[in-house]
């Protein structure tokens, strides 16, 4: 049983540390990798050539790659959508807290975040490969479009939808970079794999603070990573689309090129999870009440089941012609 009566006193319980949080899991703004590091600069006369030897290299890429890290990069121009959603959970408030607590730890992901779309977009206005408006549209459509992660305002089923999809981002980039570097393109390497370990970094961050939340209310913690699981999580380019407003499929066929280029497939998802569980080493976990007990077992016997389900599934061949891609 928890000895705090409920989510906002065990989350002010855990904003006391937030400085070591902060300290540990965000790097200092000053001495911070920025966009501008990893692409030509344009108050250098050498820019035009650099930008050439930019394109000349991002010829090798295949089409596949371009659809994926459009969307990639789609998600994640996508964050003032995050950023709004984690403002609005219960226990974090904007006016009261002063820039303390969770609102500190929100703004200061957010900044670090705030870099990946910028550089991947920068990079691909200067790839020449692009439609930078048909890619611009559907950024637009999906910060208008928001979203609907089904962790409703509760800080726990929120932390576990963060853990998991600062892992998912860590692989899709980590992938990027070394598909990239297999395509003889180490300098777009030097950035996706940048930008994979700022979302490490986050998932480690994120993965901390639900370790922390199970040692002071381990039944409810239990409760919304079962009840998470169950929902799935949705991953934020789910709600995609496309120059013509249409509400199409166009997740999927981001979702299909990703598998077919093996950047992100069905068993990474199972993957995360199993490292959640053991992260958290949920089969551990006692004190928990009956329902709470249930849910535990629910969640350590789902990645066995979900690896089931991920043989059987088939990618079409086909690549999907993107709008995004010029
Ligand atoms: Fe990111
Ligand atoms: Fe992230």
Known sequence: MSQFANRVEVMSELAKNMDAYVQEYLNPIESNWQPSDMLPDSTQENFLNEVKLLQEAAKELPYDYWAVLIGDTITEEALPTYESWLMAMDSVNQVEDQGQGWVQWIRSWTAE?????????????????????????????????????????????????????????????????????????????????????????????????VSEIFKLDPSEMML???????????????????????????????????????????????????????????????????????????????????ERLADRIKIPELAYPFTWIA
């Not at 600062?166 to 940048?194: D, F, V, Y």
């Not at 999580?233 to 990703?258: T, W, Y």
Request: glycine content about 4%.
């Open 113 to 209: 975040e705030n870099r990946h779309g910028n550089l991947l977009s920068t990079y691909l206005y200067l790839s020449g490969k692009v439609d930078m408006r048909a890619m611009a549209v559907s950024t637009q459509y999906l910060i208008a479009d928001g979203f609907d992660i089904g962790t409703s305002s509760d800080p726990y089923r929120n932390f576990v939808y963060t853990s998991f999809q600062e892992m998912a981002t860590n692989i899709s980039h980590r992938r990027t970079a070394s598909l990239a570097k297999q395509h003889g393109n180490p300098q777009l390497s030097r950035m996706c794999a940048q930008i994979a370990a700022d979302e490490l970094r986050h998932a480690k961050a994120y993965r901390r603070f």
């Open 224 to 306: 919304a990573f079962a009840d998470m699981m169950k929902k799935k999580i949705v991953m934020p380019a789910h709600f995609l689309r496309e120059i013509n407003g249409q509400k199409s499929s166009l997740f999927e066929h981001f979702s299909d090129a990703a598998q077919r280029i093996g950047v992100y497939t069905t068993q990474d998802y199972v993957t995360i999870m199993q490292g959640l569980i053991q992260d958290w080493e949920v089969e551990k976990i006692t004190g928990l009440n009956d329902a709470a007990e249930k849910a535990r077992d629910y969640v350590a016997a789902l990645p066995a089941r979900l």
